[in-house]
């Protein structure tokens, strides 16, 4: 019974599994908060770390027989010490909106006013959405865009945060294309006495590769996820200054987890490890130098990009005078083997089901070394497809290109770990 492998215990479970792999290999993956994580990470997410209760922290367990799980989240926690010159670090996070969760039972009371980006502008469900437990339980008010330059003004953001003094502000979002420099924010933060977090789940890696600002000097608690650009497990962390530490911990456990997902946990120390590398500051730069060069290439092909372009590792394609709305051009290009999610632009008039506009990202295509040469052959194949939506045939054609292109690029290709 304990030895059999999953094809002899579930072939079903097995076939959907391979279903999934030859997926992730013979599509463009260019959601921009996906990537592929290592042989290595993978192998740790799945290891006998499962099947150990560990709530508490490193020296400070609730449970008997936690001196392998003591040194594994040790490392993960100095080595993201390491990597972000944090203060203090919590690895327990199971998720992104777990972290910020934690984050908010640690710094606010029910019902304080915490300032953040809007989500119809780029933010994040857990940064105060009416249907969101961030909604729900605090007074968000929110900041976004300006009409005009689609770039958020932190003067605008000043004058918002002067009228509603929230106990805490937000700086993050799932979908903008700009830089945010948090040493700015800080003055604003210090102008009205707020707290400042930065949520940056999708910009970490480009934080680590030192290809965007970085947070940690800046602000109070800064959350991530773990498993987009920086190429971890599914997980998150929290970094903090020290002064907040024993509230964060807390927050974290007791607070809004019990036992921690140790096997993810090690997982992230060794996604950690890779962090500190030789070659990630490379990956890290060339994210942002094909997402330029996609950019360029789609503009150039008649796309209006939000803001005109983009400093990261994602761009927003307004699709308003296309004649397809986000959705149906996301469906044309899975048809087609390319990967994207629909996302409202700023001021969208369409509704979330919809959206004006789709959200490419290049993390996880440039962990198959794809360069410049294949963005602009991939925002080619994107215009072609999203210029003649009615055209079954230029689809397949695509499908076919992106197949062979797939094929020069491989991934995961001696990965057996379920057979
Ligand atoms: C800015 C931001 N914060 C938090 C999260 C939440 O992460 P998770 O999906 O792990 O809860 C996301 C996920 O996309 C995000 O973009």
Redo the contacts with the bound molecule.
């Keep these: 019974m304990m030895n059999r492998i999953l094809s002899e215990v579930d072939p079903q479970m097995a076939a959907i599994l391979e279903g999934e792999m030859k997926r992730q290999q013979t599509c463009l993956v260019m959601i921009p ?1 996906e990537n592929y994580a290592s042989k290595a990470v993978l192998q740790t997410q799945g290891c006998i770390m499962t099947n150990k209760y560990a709530e508490g922290y490193p020296g400070a367990r609730y449970y008997n027989g936690c001196q392998f799980n003591d040194m594994a989240e040790s490392l993960a926690i100095e080595r993201a010490k390491r990597l972000f010159g944090a203060e203090h670090v919590n690895v327990q996070p199971h ?6 969760m934690a984050v908010y039972y640690a710094l606010l009371n029910d019902g304080d006013t915490f300032l953040a980006m809007d989500v119809s502008h780029g ?5 105060g959405r009416k249907q969101n437990f961030s909604g729900r339980y605090y007074n968000p008010v929110f900041y976004g865009v300006e009409k005009d330059t689609e770039r958020i003004d932190l003067n605008h953001v000043l004058d918002i945060a002067m009228k509603c003094k929230p106990k805490l502000i937000v700086v ?3 979908a903008y294309p700009r830089i945010l420099d948090f040493k700015e924010w800080r003055e604003v933060a210090d102008k009205v006495g707020a707290l400042l977090m930065a ?4 910009i970490i890696g480009l934080i680590a590769g030192g290809v965007h600002p970085d947070p940690v000097p800046y602000c109070d608690v800064v ?1 991530t ?1 773990t ?2 650009t920086l190429r971890g497990p ?3 962390m929290i970094l903090c200054k020290k002064e907040f530490a024993e509230k964060i911990d807390k927050a974290v456990f007791p607070g809004v987890q019990a036992g921690p997902l140790m096997h993810v946990i090690a997982a992230k120390a060794v996604a950690l490890k890779e962090a500190l590398e030789y070659g990630f500051r490379e990956y890290q730069a060339q994210i942002v130098k094909n997402a330029k060069k996609l950019a360029e290439c789609l503009m150039k092909e008649g796309f209006r990009l939000v803001s005109g372009g983009t400093d990261n590792h994602l761009m927003l394609v307004d699709l308003s005078d296309k004649g397809v709305n986000g959705q149906e051009a996301a469906d044309l290009l899975e048809e087609s083997g390319i990967i994207v999610n629909k996302n409202l632009i700023p001021y969208d008039t369409k509704p979330p089901t919809q959206c004006s506009g789709i959200r490419p990202g290049t993390p996880a295509i440039t962990t198959r070394e794809m360069r410049e040469p294949e963005m602009e052959q991939i925002g080619m194949m994107i215009s072609r497809v999203l210029k003649h939506p009615k055209n079954a045939k230029i689809r397949a054609e695509v499908r076919q290109e992106v197949m062979e292109l797939c094929r020069n690029f491989p991934i995961y290709q001696d990965i057996d770990i379920w057979r």
């Excluded at 933010?123 to 940064?127: N, W, Y």
Aim: glycine letters at 16%; proline letters at 0%; charged letters at 10%.
């Design positions: 908060s998720t992104g909106s777990q972290a910020n933010g994040h469900l857990s940064h993050g979002a799932s949520d940056v789940a999708h959350t996820t498993h987009k599914r997980g998150a």
